[in-house]
């Protein structure tokens, strides 16, 4: 997920640029793939993520908090239309983190927890890591990852490994803080080849995260669309992945959904990258442009079909958000 206040001020700009006339038409045109809609309080989701066993998004709050959209089975065994709204339950409101956005969430499935990045957009003072229980919303930990005395970070996307260790990405000062299973603080993983030469590629940094069970983890650093792989096994190693058809330049979010496949969220909509030897090297073999006005920032997997994170709202006073199926295509 890109960095907030950046990302802000490019959609202001953005949508300024674009007639209210065409954005109604983008708006009301028929969707290509299937979408669950749902109703929100808030402009901004920046993440969202399935949690296969309460069946239900789990989306976070660019003003702060967590929130559940539930999706029962239907009895037909169907999905539901697009015209059927659902609607946005808040879960998580933490009036100490006041002030502070909620962006990347992992669920970790064996600790039925959710993990979450929270930082402070506008003055990039604070960053820190949380886990909440997904059956009661307890908070577990909280952990300061930089506070003012420290140089300006962004806690932006999470990850967490096969022993409950997380990994979250600083946007801003491109790191990946290490904190253990417990909340402990354990270490920070910083590169050269993390930092572009080029200085206004440096603008947006290490971004989307995942954990890849033969243990490492793979990164993406967005605007100069570097692909990384950090060995785990091997202290920490950091390899550039060669990208074939790259680089992944706009790269947000990052999704695993296979030991070879990953998507690439962000501009165009999704990306989806494939390997054959272990993240050496990848390729990116197909691509998938969902409704543009609206920016994807994450993607999910839910049911075996990739869905991608919008994190623009339309509609007053309501919020109409939008999580789109990516279908691929060469």
């Known amino acids: 997920m890109a960095c907030c206040s950046t990302k802000s001020l490019f959609l202001l700009f953005l949508l300024s640029a674009i007639p209210i006339a065409y954005l109604i038409s983008l708006e009301l045109a028929k969707p290509s793939t299937h979408v669950y809609h749902y ?56 009036f ?36 909440y229980d997904l059956s009661t919303w307890k908070r577990l930990f909280l952990t300061p990852l930089s506070g003012p005395s420290d140089e300006k970070s962004f806690a932006d996307d999470v990850a967490v490994d096969a022993e409950g260790n997380a990994y979250i990405t600083d ?3 491109s790191k990946i803080w290490k904190v253990g299973v417990d909340g402990k603080f354990l270490s920070i993983i910083r590169s050269p080849l993390f930092t572009p030469k080029e200085w206004y590629k440096t603008l947006v940094g290490l971004n989307g995260i995942v954990y890849h069970p033969d243990g490492f983890l793979i990164v993406i650093h967005t605007f100069s669309g570097n692909l990384f792989k950090i060995d785990l096994a091997k202290g920490e190693e950091v390899k550039l992945i060669n990208i074939v058809g790259g680089p992944l330049t706009f790269g947000d979010g990052l999704e695993l959904i296979s030991p070879t496949k990953l998507v690439v969220v962000g501009n165009p909509s999704g990306r989806l990258v494939e390997s054959h030897d272990g993240w050496e090297t990848a390729s990116v073999v197909a691509t998938f442009s969902g409704p543009r006005h609206r920016l994807a920032t994450a993607a999910t ?23 789109v199926e990516a279908v691929f295509s060469a």
């Open 301 to 323: 997997l839910k049911d075996g079909k990739v869905y991608l994170n919008h994190m623009i709202g339309m509609g007053y006073p309501k919020k109409k958000h939008a999580i």
């Open 39 to 94: 109703h929100s309080s808030g402009w901004f989701r920046e993440c969202s993520k399935w949690d296969d066993l309460n069946r239900r998004f789990l989306v976070s709050f660019l003003e702060g908090g967590v929130g559940q959209v539930s999706i029962p089975e239907k009895e037909d065994g169907g999905r539901y239309p697009p015209e059927a709204v659902l609607e946005e339950v808040t879960v998580v409101k933490d």
């Open 96 to 131: 100490d983190l006041a002030g502070n956005a909620s962006l990347g969430l992992v669920v970790d499935r064996p600790r039925n927890r959710l993990l979450v990045a929270i930082a402070d957009v506008i003055g990039n003072r604070y960053s820190a890591v949380a886990a």
């Open 171 to 173: 946007v801003k000062a």
